[in-house]
């Protein structure tokens, strides 16, 4: 056996690790959950039993060298955000306080045995659950919820290049979503030599053509033009605040009862709007992406103060430069805007209970920045536009590497990527003060519709 080829145990202070054959690209973190601890050892043996077909002379496993993480205790949880506990969302079972994690990082053929061996249906390649997932709803799951309500905001979405898909015209992902839950006055904004592809799939009253005329383009890049026009288009908005959309979102999820269930109403958006006429001196608003908050996890249904990208709400209030733009450059549009806005004083919060479902553009899905400025970046790097986001927040962000596969598992291996140091942020310039000023409870008459 190569040496490259055994395994090494590693212990770390929040998870431990199994690297299999350390040359294998496709290693990558797998999350094991147990319904309790009792679950271990008998996990552990089928590890074992998988290795003794791959080893002459299995290494042995032992229980102890492995730290259980109490997953599901309210370790995300501060006292403040205690006065949100009457919104909808993240309810768990007392008994979801038992599940254990530990991690392993191995490679996805290793990962295809285990599902293989435990007879387990394989959701994702990144996590198990053993021997079944717990949820409060005694492992039954819910298919989607509807409900009654009607967004309050204009909804706009960029677009380029994504008009034609699996050899037909067919409408971007957002806007089939939000067709699908009934939302019709929706504007895609687009460009002008577009229009007649567009306009295959989408009517023409829901296209607008970007007029350059009517923004400074100048040194921007991607969609940053777009965006600022969408600014532009509602700077007189007599309603407040509009939506702005990426355009490969593929579906809303509500985090609860230990599931990411689909939305099939307009309440994402709805619940979103609500709180945003509540709080006080919030600037951009927006949704979690589904992929960063994992139905295990509990978290505060808001998280203040942070980025906000891909499904944006938007005070018309906003600052502008001079030039009446809120948007500029070419990369990491959604990180600058953010953190400008904390730097000067205002707030910004994203729902973790209702989730925005982004499709992978990496490698997998043309249009978009993807087929241009992302191209420019070395196949998607990530160097350039970390770096454009050093020139501009140095102060606050720096350089890291992190682990990154494209959708069709062609290019992967560590890249460029940034971090942002908050606390060194509010260190700086002081962190934002947002009102609560919600008079009663938000509740909503949701509709929970079970897979049949």
Same mark, same amino acid.
């Given at each position: 056996m190569d040496a490259t080829e055994k395994m090494v145990?590693?212990? /770390?202070? $929040?998870?431990s690790t199994i690297i299999l054959d350390? $040359?294998?690209k496709t290693r990558h973190n797998f999350h094991i959950h147990l319904l309790n601890e009792n679950y271990f050892e008998e996990f552990m043996n089928i590890i074992n039993n998988i290795l003794k077909d791959d080893y002459d002379e299995?290494? +042995? +496993?032992?229980?102890d060298h492995f730290k259980l993480i109490q997953d599901g205790k309210e370790k995300h949880i501060k006292e403040e955000d205690y006065i949100?506990?009457?919104?909808?969302g993240y309810e768990l079972d007392d008994n979801f306080k038992n599940v254990r994690k530990f991690t392993f990082e191995i490679n996805e053929k290793f990962i295809d045995k285990i599902f293989k061996t435990t007879n387990i249906?394989? %959701?994702?390649?990144?996590?198990? %659950?053993?021997? %079944?997932?717990f949820t409060k709803l005694d492992n039954v799951c819910v298919d989607n919820i509807t409900c009654d309500v009607y967004h309050k905001y204009p909804i706009y979405i960029l677009s380029k290049g994504r008009y034609f898909r699996d050899r037909k015209y067919q409408a971007p992902k957002t806007i089939q979503y939000l067709e699908e839950i009934g939302i019709k006055d929706y504007k895609v904004i687009i460009e002008e030599d577009e229009y007649e592809n567009y306009n295959k799939s989408i009517d023409k009253e829901n296209l607008i053509i970007l007029d350059r005329t009517k923004i400074d383009t100048e040194g921007d890049g991607g969609g940053i033009p777009a965006r600022n026009f969408i600014h532009y288009l509602n700077k007189n908005n @007599?309603?407040?605040?509009y939506w702005i959309l990426d355009d490969n979102i593929n579906v809303y999820h509500f985090a609860n009862f230990n599931q990411r269930i689909k939305c099939n109403t307009e309440l994402p958006f709805v619940a979103i709007e609500d709180l945003f006429d509540e709080l006080t001196n919030v600037m951009i608003c927006g949704h979690e992406y589904t992929c960063f908050a994992p139905p295990k996890d509990l978290k505060p249904k808001l998280r203040f103060n942070c980025r906000v990208f891909s499904s944006i709400l938007i005070n018309n209030n906003i600052p502008t430069f001079e030039n009446g733009n809120i948007w500029r450059g070419i990369y990491n549009e959604d990180?600058?805007? @953010?953190?400008?806005i904390l730097k000067m004083g205002y707030g910004t919060f994203i729902a973790q209970h209702f989730l925005a479902k982004k499709e992978c553009t990496n490698g997998g899905v043309k249009g978009g920045n993807h087929s241009d400025i992302y191209k420019q970046d070395n196949k998607g790097s990530g160097t350039l536009k970390t770096n454009a986001l050093l020139e501009l927040h140095s102060d606050v962000v720096e350089q890291v590497k992190q682990f990154w596969i494209n959708k069709n598992k062609t290019e992967l291996g560590k890249r460029d990527h940034h971090k942002i140091n908050y606390e060194k942020l509010y260190?700086?310039?002081? /962190?934002?003060?947002?009102?609560?000023?919600? /008079? @009663?409870?938000?509740?909503?008459?949701? /509709?929970?519709?079970?897979k049949k």
């Open positions: 145990l590693r212990r /770390k202070v $929040n998870k350390t $040359n294998d299995p290494p +042995i +496993i032992i229980p949100y506990e009457q919104l909808d249906h394989k %959701h994702s390649n990144k996590y198990i %659950h053993y021997p %079944h997932m @007599s309603l407040g605040a990180t600058d805007l @953010s953190l400008r260190e700086l310039y002081g /962190k934002p003060d947002i009102i609560n000023e919600m /008079k @009663s409870i938000i509740k909503y008459n949701i /509709k929970y519709n079970y």
